[in-house]
């Protein structure tokens, strides 16, 4: 009498999918905690002050105090302001320093980009103080072009556009020649839309670092009335750090919103500029 026994070959490829699966999700859960978690919390301590007994309620009022202890106002406007054009000038200097290095032949455009980029490894903490001397030298000490200047110039950006314009393809600008286009035109009309996406993350990188920037306002800067967001939140401590944690968290919302905006509005231009055909 024989026994037979049945062997299922995928049972056990099955179950190794399965703990894969699972293993995935598992990391996925431990990486949405560790990013939402704080941001949670944050949001969670801001809007439940703490009164005298150290119950918590529901409440708005660590937002209201925050517009009673500084010029909220006054510090979005200047945050806003300095942020802005230097993100602009970004954009506008990586466009045209990218264009350059990548489709215009001079004598040392190699060790010149080469130089460029390794400015990338020197931390501002090294330059801040030249920076500093020549902007007093210009007269423009504790003022907010000495935070918008300074940050202009981007060898990230001058290297994210040459990559960009490498990519495309050079019979569109033979063709644009063969029409007659000026040199600025096969830049302006043909190239620079092309780049769209990498203006895009250009932007967004400048805006959200420079409106996030502490270091550099502290240095600069000496008025209140010159003060950004980062420098105003401080003042919300209190003295030896006193303050209420939930105003300080509300300020740190109040100042998370504009740079969640602008990288809400700047997901469209990435995706079309994904998308978009080589003709427009």
């Known amino acids: 009498m024989s026994t037979t026994t049945s062997v299922q070959p995928g049972g056990s490829a099955k179950r190794l999918r399965q703990l894969s699966l699972g293993a995935r999700i598992l990391v996925l859960l431990v990486a949405l905690f560790l990013t939402l978690g704080p941001v949670v919390w944050t949001l969670w301590v801001a809007l439940t002050p703490a009164d005298a007994a150290g119950h918590r309620t529901l409440s708005l009022a660590a937002f209201r105090d925050v517009s009673t202890k500084v010029d909220i106002v006054r510090l979005f406007w200047n945050s806003t302001l300095v942020t802005g054009l230097a993100a602009v000038g970004q954009m506008f200097t990586a466009a045209l320093a990218g264009y350059a290095f990548a489709r215009l032949r001079f004598r040392g455009s190699n060790a010149l ?5 390794a400015t990338m490894m020197v931390p501002m903490q090294v ?22 200047l300074p940050a202009i110039p981007t060898a990230f950006g001058t290297f994210l556009m040459r990559q960009y314009f490498m990519g495309i393809p050079d019979s569109l600008a033979e063709a644009a020649q063969i029409d007659g286009a000026t040199p600025w035109q096969i830049f302006s009309r043909i190239y620079l839309p092309l780049a769209t996406p990498g203006l895009a993350i250009v932007g967004i990188l400048a805006f959200n670092g420079i409106w996030n920037e502490f270091f550099r306002p502290l240095i600069m800067t000496i008025s209140q009335e010159n003060f950004t967001l980062p420098l105003g ?6 003295q030896l750090g006193t303050g209420s944690m939930s105003t300080v968290l509300a300020g740190v919302v109040l100042s998370m919103i504009p740079a969640l905006i602008v990288f809400v509005i700047g997901q469209r231009p990435l995706r079309e500029g994904l998308t978009a055909g080589s003709v427009k």
């Open 113 to 117: 980009f080469a130089v460029i980029l």
């Open 127 to 148: 330059t801040i103080v030249p920076v500093f001397m020549l902007v007093r030298g210009m007269g423009l000490a504790d003022t907010l072009l000495a935070l918008i």
């Open 233 to 238: 939140m401080v003042s919300l401590q209190g």
